[in-house]
């Protein structure tokens, strides 16, 4: 009689768990986790033709995220984000300057079509919408993020200095940061550090 072996696939190469990885990760109950899935607390799909349900990685990070637990268990520390800014040039400078300051993977979008693209291939953590980018309503952004992703992605607007009294709107939609002025990468990196917490 042969004993089947079985190799775990490592967690940061993992696309999709079971309730008692999930649990695992989690540091909770299969219990718990069957009922934050079953109350739609917990995205995710059931086997065709059977009870089991499976999570995919994307809504399990979502989930830890949205109960403040820590991601870096399924090596997901790196933050992805999507800047949406016109002027090719201050996009680049914008990620080389993110990118010396901070690890993270990056989306360019320079018009709305773009955007849209960008939103739903990436999933991104972090969208930051630049002054000039006026094509855009950045509360219909925060609905699509919160179609796609939940409150997990974060939105940081920045407006012209002419536009300031449209932040206190702007907050109250659901964008996370609103700051005035030019799109600056130092700005970025702070506010990465503070809806984050690294």
Do not use: W, Y
Request: negative net charge.
């Amino acid at each position: 009689m042969t004993r089947r072996t079985s190799t775990r696939e490592p967690l940061d190469q993992k696309q999709i768990f079971t309730t008692g990885e999930a649990a695992e990760l989690c540091n909770v109950s299969q219990q718990t986790i069957i009922r934050c899935f079953d109350n739609g607390r917990l995205n995710g799909f059931r086997v065709p033709g059977s009870r089991f349900r499976r999570i995919p990685r994307e809504d399990l990070i979502v989930f830890m995220r949205d109960n403040g637990m820590s991601v870096d268990v399924l090596g997901t520390s790196t933050p992805t984000l999507l800047i949406m800014e016109k002027d090719p040039v201050r996009a680049g400078d914008i990620v080389e300057g993110v990118g010396a300051g901070r690890r993270a993977e990056f989306a360019i979008a320079h018009d709305a079509f773009e955007a849209g693209i960008a939103l739903e291939r990436n999933q991104p953590d972090l969208v930051v919408i630049g002054s000039g980018f006026d094509r855009i309503d950045p509360v219909a952004v925060r609905r699509r993020l919160d179609e796609c992703r939940g409150s997990a992605s974060k939105l940081m607007v920045f407006v012209g200095h002419d536009e300031c009294g449209r932040s206190d709107e702007l907050i109250r939609n659901g964008v996370d940061a609103c700051i005035a002025g030019e799109i600056d990468a130092t700005r970025i990196l702070d506010e990465l550090h503070g809806l984050f917490g690294s």
